[in-house]
Structure formats: C-alpha cells, structure tokens
C-alpha cells in the first residue's frame, strides 16, 4: 500500500515545528531570564534564537503569548521531574519526604523565583500570564498530588475527606514561611539541610492531621 500523504508530508513538518518552537523557546527563556519580561523584545529573542522576526511571529504573536508558552512548557516539565510517587508503596512518610524535597528545591531555585517575581509583576496587566503559570504549575502539582492521596486513602493508609485541599495543604506547610522570606529576599537560600528539616516537620504535621487511624 502506498504510503498516505500524512505520512510522507505532514508528519516530517510536525517534527520540524516542534523543534523549531523548542529551539525559540530556549532563545527566550535565556532573554526573559536576562532582560525581565518588560527588558525583553521580540527583536532580541528572535536573535538569542537564532531565527528571524517572521519566523518568531508565524509562532507566536506577540510577547505576552510567547511568555505564557515558556511558563506552561517550563512547568509541564518540572511537573514531571518533581511529581514522582510510588501509589503503591506503603511508607507515605518516606514518599512526602522526598516529593516536598523536591518540590522546596525547585521553588527556591534562583531561576524558579526570577520567573514568579516576573509572573506576579505583570499578572495584573496580562491576566493571561498568571493563568499560565497557575495552571501549569502550582494547579498541575496540586492535582497530581492529590491522585497520590486519592490511592493512599483506597489503600486505607490516609483519611481526608477531600484530597485536593489536602494537596494545597501539603505544599503551604512545605512552604511556611521560608519561600516568602526567600522570595522577599530577606534571607538567601538556605542549606539543603534546612529545607529537608523544614519539610520533615510539614510531614509531621500534615500525617498528625490524615494518617489512618
């Protein structure tokens, strides 16, 4: 059987535009990153690119949607990195240790941080930004998370009675109030160490509240 015109034309050029979009996508997360977003034009982040002007339009039509692209590809990915969980396993403790670890680590990231503060500076004037990033990240982790707790409360291990406000509990007990002092600037990065004990007592905490009786 001849091979259909999907799979000889449309299928390679599929290819090609996701690499093309990829490869715009890492031009402007190094301008973002460097400039701001109100430092960043299309001019630079078409060069830092390698593509032209056109080019970078046919893909995105402006700043602001290009900007709302990078946070949603940047927080699907780092959803997959940090929201790994054993359903099955037995040792709830052990799995929240390590997930909040994680977690705390990508948030205080210097790179996680400088894209907040930019979200949360011009969420305001283009709503569509802070949408992005919510969805993306903090509603994507609250989501996978909370089917972690969906199959640990099947297994009898936990008892809540609503596992996405669980979920949102979870992270704001990670959280406390080191992220804001970190965010604020007020204090640098802790030591790994500090995170892990900061995230050791929000287990506690939380396990007090929802361990199975």
């Known amino acids: 059987m001849a091979?259909?015109?999907e799979t000889t034309l449309?299928?390679?050029q599929a290819r090609d535009d996701g690499a093309k979009r990829r490869q715009i996508l890492d031009g402007a997360r190094r301008v973002f990153l460097s400039t701001g977003f109100d430092g960043a034009s299309m001019n630079e982040v078409a060069r830092a690119s390698g593509v032209s002007k056109g080019t970078l339009y046919v893909y995105f039509a402006s700043k602001e949607e290009l900007f709302a692209a990078l946070l949603r590809a940047?927080?699907?990915?780092?959803?997959?990195?940090?929201?790994?969980?054993?359903?099955?396993?037995?040792?709830?403790?052990?799995?929240?240790?390590?997930?909040?670890?994680r977690f705390m680590d990508l948030l205080l990231r210097p790179d996680s941080l400088a894209h907040?503060?930019?979200?949360?500076?011009?969420?305001?004037?283009?709503?569509?930004i802070g949408r992005a990033y919510y969805e993306a990240g903090p509603e994507t982790g609250r989501r996978r998370l909370a089917v972690y707790f969906d199959r640990q409360v099947e297994a009898g291990r936990l008892a809540m009675p609503d596992t996405l406000a669980a979920a949102q509990q979870f992270?704001?007990?990670?959280?406390?109030?080191?992220?804001?002092?970190?965010?604020?600037?007020?204090?640098?990065?802790?030591?790994?160490?500090?995170?892990?004990?900061?995230?050791?007592?929000?287990?506690?905490?939380?396990?007090?509240?929802?361990?199975?009786?």
């Open 3 to 5: 091979a259909s015109p």
């Open 10 to 12: 449309d299928v390679p």
């Open 74 to 101: 940047e927080k699907r990915e780092q959803a997959e990195q940090v929201c790994r969980f054993d359903d099955g396993g037995p040792d709830v403790r052990a799995t929240l240790d390590a997930f909040g670890a």
């Open 116 to 128: 907040l503060r930019t979200v949360m500076a011009v969420a305001p004037k283009f709503p569509e």
């Open 171 to 213: 992270f704001d007990l990670c959280k406390a109030g080191l992220f804001l002092e970190v965010l604020l600037c007020v204090v640098p990065r802790p030591a790994q160490g500090e995170i892990e004990a900061q995230v050791k007592r929000a287990v506690d905490l939380f396990l007090r509240a929802y361990a199975a009786a």
